[in-house]
């Protein structure tokens, strides 16, 4: 299996400011033939399901704000969020599709205001 | 739209099954995956089911406990898990992911989760 290791467990971050999570595979996620990495972003706020933010680790997807931001390829993946807004508190976290069974996520980062 | 069905309350040893309803969209275009969440914990992977032909992949920690079936006339996936545990308390989610022949997917849309409690 593919672990997915993020990094840090928790950020506090200032409103305005840049906050970036990391997450590290143990093997690459990306496929050589067409040169795409299988890796995407969730965020998930209290009491809701995940929301889809990134996929093949740099797409954002529809309607999320372009302030979100996903980078990285192979084994070292970062989304990032370039000025944070009091919404974005939740965790985030990140899932490899690169191989399955099974699905892998990361641990999640839990994201607060400073 | 994944509609889920509600929560559950079940004793150790007992099976349950989790419906998860789909609107506004072609079901057999599309896989559904199950994720649980343990209270305060993180999301795991329990298997997927083909909307187009039915197929499973089921998580080795599953397998042999947990049955994924789709009924195509309702635009309904079922996840069964059987002798539930007090550990298998959690808030199951379903999720769609657009591939309808592979289990290797992103999920860009999600039910609201059922939550099953297992408790004697």
């Known amino acids: 299996d593919i672990v997915m290791t993020q990094s840090p467990d928790s950020l506090a971050v200032s409103l305005g400011e840049r906050a970036s999570i990391n997450c590290k595979s143990s093997q690459s996620l990306l496929y050589t033939s067409n040169n795409k990495n299988y890796l995407a972003w969730y965020q998930q706020k209290p009491g809701q399901p995940p929301k889809l933010l990134i996929y093949w680790a740099s797409t954002r997807e529809s309607g999320v704000p372009d302030r979100f931001s996903g980078s990285g390829s192979e084994t070292d993946f970062t989304l990032t969020i370039s000025s944070l807004q009091a919404e974005d508190v939740a965790v985030y976290y990140c899932q490899q599709y690169y191989s399955s069974p099974p699905i892998t996520f990361g641990q999640g980062t839990r994201l607060e205001i400073k | 739209l994944l509609e889920q069905s509600g929560a559950d309350v079940k004793r150790p040893g007992a099976s349950v099954k989790v419906s998860c309803r789909a609107t506004g969209f072609t079901f057999p275009s599309y896989g559904i995956s199950w994720v649980r969440q343990a209270p305060g914990q993180g999301l795991e992977w329990m298997g997927w089911?083909?909307?187009?032909?039915?197929?499973?992949e089921y998580a080795q920690k599953f397998q042999g406990r947990v049955t994924m079936t789709t009924d195509r006339a309702t635009n309904t996936a079922y996840m069964e898990l059987r002798s539930l545990r007090n550990d298998d308390t959690a808030l199951y989610f379903c999720?769609?992911?657009?591939?309808?022949?592979?289990?290797?997917?992103?999920?860009?849309?999600w039910g609201h989760g059922t939550l099953v409690t297992v408790s004697s």
């Open positions: 089911i083909s909307g187009n032909s039915g197929n499973t």
């Open positions: 999720a769609r992911g657009p591939d309808p022949y592979s289990s290797s997917s992103y999920f860009d849309s």
